[in-house]
């Protein structure tokens, strides 16, 4: 006998696992819990976000008029003391008339830092253009030559002396700490001694004591008659303070190199500093540089504190531009908000930049 | 044929020998550090010479002749400025270790929050992340004291909660017990009923170990503490005492309170850190490997279980040394309670040094108070670490 043919159903489709909808089925409404918590959030978002919205944008008010942001106290936001004191906050003391000098050399300091993150401009004229671009910064800023008025340092300010401090303070700190961390591991114990005695000083106390230090002691320490400016103490602090940490993180680096490579960059004959130049160093520093990222954002965002020196960058220069204006001194939140919007801009640009950076390195590991 | 020994080592003492290079380094890099040394001291003690500056740790007895605005023990301005000192170390201490605390359990919320299985909880906690770690902590720290103390209603008619915890400009105020035979006897008890569930859960360990049957160890311990407690309570006189903050015509009165300089520092401090405890947290319970939670299903485990005693012990091992220094830092930021007048060691040994002129000492004060605390905090998290480790043979 045979078995008659019986056909086999045709398979239902399979359930669509991509596009909006089970994308939701999965992330929003995957168990009761997750139900449920998605629910809270929506009803607190629908509670909170009008509120918000009617904060911020309805009833906020633009217009740089103190009057009307008076009137809209408690009901609106005041984005109008922005818009009348923005320059005071971003210049900061410096002369009103002269406020295009800052303008330019931080669009220029601006525009290296942006260049120094593309690959196509690493070569060895970048070099030439920090040299380059370093002097003009300085010659704008500070003036007294092609007829610029000369503007002391104690009256720069705001945004620009922000990116000053973090930058020269991150260009020399890197070099120190790549020395420190090498000292560090030196097999000459005085040499060692004093590389762990600087980093393990530093790193045990917090940055405000070095910042009084290089405000109150630094000026005891020079020779009667020589006055330092404090911009270049503070420079002195903020570098010898990021140093420390910094080594650390080459350290760890260094540690996770394997002892082999050193001994074949003997065996081929090369010195201490060729081996470290062309075998060490490059292998240590491309294995450390999602920390050295997060250290380079760490000194940006610690240069705040040189307001408490009474060096007035951008947080100093904020709280300056307000406290002087009882009109405006009310709206402080909402300055506050614009000035962390532009240290948020900048630390989560450069936390981005860090991870294509660990993409581009890691692409070498990735046969 | 006779063996040929090798010639002895010939000493070289050519600058072609790498051990008198060697010798030569150090002894020039000592001779410049001396030399810097040398020469930054005798500027110094030339430039006191010549200002008038006196040098030297007996203004430590003397009155320090300022107020401190809240203060962990009884001080009067008549007071000596070591009294002064340890005022502010005990305020730096009081921030730092609540900070701590609750940083860890916001922390560590957070950065499971970023495995949760909801997309809303996941993208909040990344959200947090990237907004409190990005934006400077003085920038956190005057916001915060700006909120608190403009935009909360004045001490007068303050915002309550439940009529006993009062919000207003002029801090939290909340009850407290009044302090007494009482209550000495419940902390009492309830210290012998941690003793006791300390002694109790060696007890069911050692069981476990011989037996392989769990004994519970939570629910017995917290009842040892509870009974403990009111035995104590009750052994003296069951007091009902309390001290209860009360509107006033000017401010709250009674009870006890927080100022705002403490709230804004403590809430500054934590909300940043926080952050950066979550990604520690985050990378510890992604480097255990997705098998051991998989292997855990196939034992039937159950997802508590598999945190607690698979995933989490290997995770620690990840997280203890970059929390602790995480520790530290929010001990180091503290000093930025400067920023807002919360008298801490900083603040006060800013204002020894504008009263005395006495800086070294004082900046060498701040220096070694920090590096005691940060000694002490990294001492006791390398034991904690040391017992989390890896065992191996």
Avoid at chain 1, 278 to 299: D, S, Y
């Amino acid at each position: 006998m045979s078995i008659p043919f019986v056909a086999i159903e045709a398979r239902p489709a399979p359930v669509s696992t991509e596009g909006l909808v089970p994308w939701m089925r999965r992330n929003l409404f995957g168990n009761p819990t997750s139900t449920v918590i998605t629910l809270i959030m929506l009803a607190l978002a629908l509670l909170w976000l009008p509120k918000l919205l009617n904060w911020a944008v309805v009833h906020a008010v633009v217009a740089a008029n103190a009057d009307q942001c008076q009137a809209a106290r408690g009901t609106g936001a005041c984005w109008g003391v922005v818009a009348e004191k923005y320059r005071l906050i971003i210049f900061g003391r410096y002369p009103f008339e002269q406020q295009w000098r800052p303008l330019v050399a931080t669009l220029l300091l601006g525009g290296l830092l942006v260049a120094s993150c593309v690959r196509h401009f690493w070569r060895p004229q970048l070099a030439l253009a920090w040299v380059v671009v370093l002097a003009l910064f300085f010659a704008l800023m500070r003036g007294g030559l092609l007829g610029l008025a000369p503007v002391e340092t104690d009256r720069w300010g705001g945004l620009p002396l922000t990116m000053l401090l973090a930058t020269l303070s991150i260009v020399g700190a890197f070099p120190l700490a790549v020395l420190v961390a090498l000292g560090r591991r030196s097999k000459m114990p005085a040499i060692k001694t004093v590389c762990v005695l600087y980093v393990e000083l530093i790193r045990g106390v917090p940055l405000v004591s070095v910042l009084f230090m290089a405000s109150f002691m630094f000026p005891l320490f020079m020779p009667p008659g020589t006055s330092i400016d404090v911009l270049v103490r503070v420079l002195v602090g903020i570098t010898l303070f990021a140093a420390a940490y910094m080594a650390e993180i080459v350290r760890g680096g260094l540690q996770a190199i394997p002892k082999g490579q050193q001994e074949a960059a003997d065996t081929l004959g090369l010195t201490y500093w060729q081996a470290q130049r062309k075998i060490i160093l490059p292998q240590a520093l491309a294995l450390v540089v999602p920390g050295i990222m997060n250290n380079f954002i760490a000194i940006f965002k610690d240069t705040s504190l040189v307001t408490i020196v009474s060096l007035y960058e951008l947080t100093g220069s904020m709280s300056l531009a307000l406290n002087s204006d009882s009109n405006w001194r009310p709206f402080k939140i909402e300055a506050y908000l614009f000035i962390a919007a532009i240290y948020f801009a900048f630390c989560f640009s450069m936390s981005r930049y860090s991870l294509w950076i660990e993409k581009q390195l890691s692409r070498s590991k990735n046969r | 044929m006779t063996a040929r020994s090798a010639p002895p080592p010939k000493r070289d003492w050519s600058l072609r020998s790498r051990a008198v290079r060697a010798v030569l380094y150090q002894v020039l890099a000592l001779t410049l550090i001396v030399l810097a040394v040398w020469f930054l001291a005798h500027n110094t003690l030339e430039n006191m010479r010549v200002r008038g500056i006196q040098s030297g740790f007996d203004f430590l007895g003397g009155p320090a002749g300022f107020d401190i605005g809240e203060a962990a023990m009884p001080y009067e301005s008549t007071e000596p400025y070591w009294k002064a000192f340890l005022v502010g170390v005990l305020n730096t201490l009081r921030v730092a270790i609540t900070g701590i605390v609750l940083t860890t359990l916001l922390g560590t919320l957070i950065g499971v929050g970023r495995f949760s299985a909801n997309a809303i909880v996941r993208g909040l906690c990344y959200g947090y992340v990237e907004l409190f770690r990005n934006i400077p902590v003085l920038l956190q720290l005057l916001v915060w004291y700006l909120l608190l103390t403009e935009w909360l209603p004045d001490p007068a008619e303050p915002i309550s909660l439940g009529g006993l915890v009062f919000l207003s400009k002029g801090g939290l105020s909340y009850p407290v017990p009044v302090w007494g035979l009482g209550q000495g006897l419940a902390a009492l008890g309830a210290v012998a009923g941690v003793v006791g569930g300390w002694l109790w859960a060696k007890r069911a360990r050692t069981h476990f170990e011989l037996t392989g049957i769990q004994k519970p160890v939570l629910l017995p311990t917290l009842g040892l503490v509870l009974a403990g407690g009111l035995a104590g309570w009750l052994a003296g006189g069951a007091p009902m005492a309390w001290n209860l903050p009360k509107v006033g015509d000017v401010a709250v009165e009674g009870g006890s309170a927080l100022t705002p300089e403490f709230i804004s520092v403590l809430l500054g401090l934590t909300f940043y850190t926080a952050a950066f405890v979550a990604e520690v947290v985050r990378a510890g319970i992604a480097s255990v490997p997705r098998g051991q939670a998989e292997a855990c299903g196939a034992l039937g485990l159950s997802k508590g279980q598999q945190m607690r005693l698979v995933v989490l012990p290997q995770a620690l091992r990840v997280i203890i040394p970059p929390m602790t220094n995480q520790f530290l830092n929010l001990t180091k930021n503290s000093s930025l309670a400067v920023a807002i007048g919360y008298p801490d060691v900083v603040s006060i040994s800013n204002t020894a040094i504008n009263q005395t002129g006495r800086a070294v000492e004082c900046i060498a004060l701040i220096m070694l108070v920090y590096l005691i605390t940060s000694l002490s905090t990294s001492g006791l998290m390398n034991w904690y670490n040391n017992r989390a480790a890896i065992k191996e043979r």
